[in-house]
């Protein structure tokens, strides 16, 4: 049974639970009851519905800042290393750093320049970005150390490769959206239903209430973006989130 079978068994059960004790409670009612005494549960409702609501979406945002958050640090990580992988081959020969720091600016290009856009749009690393930083990694391990200090930084280099490798396959676990199809489905027509509420207000033609009215609306919708806007943890763009190697390539 899929999550959205359950789910709309689950509302069509709580639908029919509430309206069937409703009817049948009516049924009970006397025929001197006075409407009238019985305290009016429309404003209690909208403001229950706006409470809940309000408490998902606020949920919502903070679970996509954080994943935001995680995927901007992972990319972080990644670029330091291959910052670290750059400057501490310094100490060898002109030959070998020429082919550490070209195999560092390959895979930095090709990360900036494919791989993003590709993960992006289907949430997935590319085979090519995979074996460039294989090369790196090769090419610092074929060399064997010809002196203390180059002995010194042969497993230092390693390891920094190994954490862009960490760093890469974290951002290929973060590639796809926060927020799964359901929690969507329950944001959106969670807005609808707070929003149609307004209209059980009696809401009049005074500028005062129009202008309420149309300032929570346009809130809901902004708030709705905004989650959105944030549930891509590397963004919608290349640039608005590969500033890290966008620094790298520039040093």
């Not at 002995?151 to 590639?175: F, G, H, I, K, S």
Request: glycine share 6%; net charge negative.
């Amino acid at each position: 049974m899929t999550e959205w079978l359950v789910l709309a068994v689950a509302m069509a059960l709580a639908c029919a639970v509430v309206l069937t004790v409703t009817v049948l409670r009516q049924r009970r009612v006397p025929e001197d009851d006075d409407p009238s005494q019985t305290p009016d549960v429309i404003e209690y409702m909208v403001m229950m519905v706006g409470v809940v609501y309000a408490i998902v979406l606020g949920l919502a945002i903070a679970g996509v800042w954080e994943a935001r958050g995680a995927a901007e640090d992972g990319t972080r990580q990644e670029a330091q290393a291959l910052h670290e992988i750059s400057s501490r081959a310094k100490i060898y020969p002109a030959a070998t750093e020429d082919r550490i720091q070209q195999d560092v600016r390959r895979y930095t290009r090709h990360v900036t320049a494919v791989e993003w856009p590709h993960m992006i749009e289907r949430h997935e690393l590319t085979d090519r970005g995979t074996e460039l930083l294989d090369t790196l990694r090769q090419d610092i391990a074929e060399r064997e150390p010809a002196n203390d200090l180059e002995a010194q930084t042969y497993q230092p280099l390693l390891d920094q490769v190994a954490a862009a490798d960490e760093a890469r396959r974290a951002r290929a676990d973060n590639a796809e959206a926060t927020l799964p199809g359901v929690v969507w489905f329950g944001l959106v027509a969670g807005a609808i239903v707070t929003v149609g509420l307004i209209f059980m207000l009696q809401i009049r033609r005074s500028s005062r209430e129009l202008l309420l009215a149309g300032t929570f609306s346009a809130l809901i919708a902004f708030l709705l973006f905004l989650v959105w806007s944030f549930d891509a943890p590397f963004g919608r763009s290349v640039t608005e989130s590969t500033g890290a190697f966008q620094d790298l390539l520039t040093v």
